[in-house]
């Protein structure tokens, strides 16, 4: 019984695995883009920021 535990633990740890690889492999420009909106945001906070100034 032991052996069907430990099998079913390294297949789930396999899938879970594979999926990871998978979601990151196929969306790195998603996750590329959205990991450069805070920066973005601070940007155009920034601009608008010296344009309100400026007045």
């Known amino acids: 019984m032991s052996i069907l535990f ?3 633990t390294i297949l789930v740890a396999l899938v879970f695995l594979g999926v990871v690889i998978w ?3 196929e969306n790195k420009e998603n996750f ?7 920066f973005e945001e601070d940007d155009l906070l920034l601009e608008s920021n010296k344009e ?3 007045d």
Do not use: G, L
């Open 23 to 25: 979601v990151f492999r």
């Open 52 to 54: 309100d100034t400026h």
């Open 6 to 8: 430990s099998a079913w």
């Open 32 to 38: 590329d883009a959205a990991a450069r909106i805070p």
